[in-house]
């Protein structure tokens, strides 16, 4: 089968990344190397604008898991759960706010 490779709109990736330094802890993100693997993702993003991300756990797990996610001995870190639904809760956000601004803009 053939999977195109999944590449992040660079408009939309700045302003997720924004949101997502926002969040974090530290008030960074870690930009991580590109990988080859294939991903269903690709054919949504070469007709809408897209980002891919991963939502990172940390190495403090016990046991950590160092396993890809289709491994059988991944282990999720389940604490950063609520933090990957508030990002897609203040991405939804922050795109209203700012698809309002833009139809407030054309209205003038």
Known sequence: DYYPPTVNDAELFDF????????SI?????????????????????TVPSVFLFLGQSDA?????????????FAIDEEVLPLGSRLHVELALKT?????????????
Do not use: W
């Open 96 to 108: 209203l706010e700012k698809l309002r601004r833009e139809q407030s803009c054309d209205e003038i």
């Open 26 to 46: 530290d008030g960074k993100m870690t930009i991580t190397d590109p990988t080859m693997g294939a991903e269903d993702f690709s054919f949504i993003a070469e």
């Open 61 to 73: 797990m016990n046991p950590p898991s160092h396993y890809g996610l289709h491994h059988p001995h």
């Open 16 to 23: 997720v990344t924004g949101v997502a330094e926002d969040l």
